[in-house]
Nanobody, 123 residues
Framework: QVQLVESGGGLVQAGGSLRLSCAASGRTFSDYDMGWFRQAPGKERELVSAIGWSGISRYYADFVKGRFTISRVNAKNTVYLQMNSLKAEDTAVYYC????????????????WGQGTQVTVSS
């Protein structure tokens, strides 16, 4: 089992920035590819970004390219999502997820999930 705990959400004005963190425990962190999903009210959960176990491979959904950056520090068992130039449409609950390494990042399915952290962007 992998336990994931997100933090860093909050209320921010449009154009602002937030950094989400996801701390993992329970298994060897570098055995997992990691991702961030989000779910807005009335919408399906969607993959925002993913990063391979080594930190080299990364995937971004088109709607966040150039604004969000995913990174990980395996020594700290933590994955981050730096979100810049936030828009009102980025408002959602953001979830951290993990898959065994070797996943196709663009199709990360999320074998393990965190509880989510709310991001609200005011316009």
């Amino acid at each position: 089992q992998v336990q994931l705990v997100e933090s860093g959400g909050g209320l921010v004005q449009a154009g602002g920035s937030l950094r989400l963190s996801c701390a993992a425990s329970g298994r060897t962190f570098s055995d997992y590819d990691m991702g961030w999903f989000r779910q807005a009210p009335g919408k399906e959960r969607e993959l925002v970004s993913a990063i391979g176990w080594s930190g080299i491979s990364r995937y971004y959904a088109d709607f966040v390219k150039g604004r969000f950056t995913i990174s990980r520090v395996n020594a700290k068992n933590t994955v981050y999502l730096q979100m810049n130039s936030l828009k009102a449409e980025d408002t959602a609950v953001y979830y951290c997820a993990a898959d065994p390494r070797g996943s196709t990042l663009a199709r990360l399915r999320g074998d393990y999930w965190g509880q989510g952290t709310q991001v609200t962007v005011s316009s």
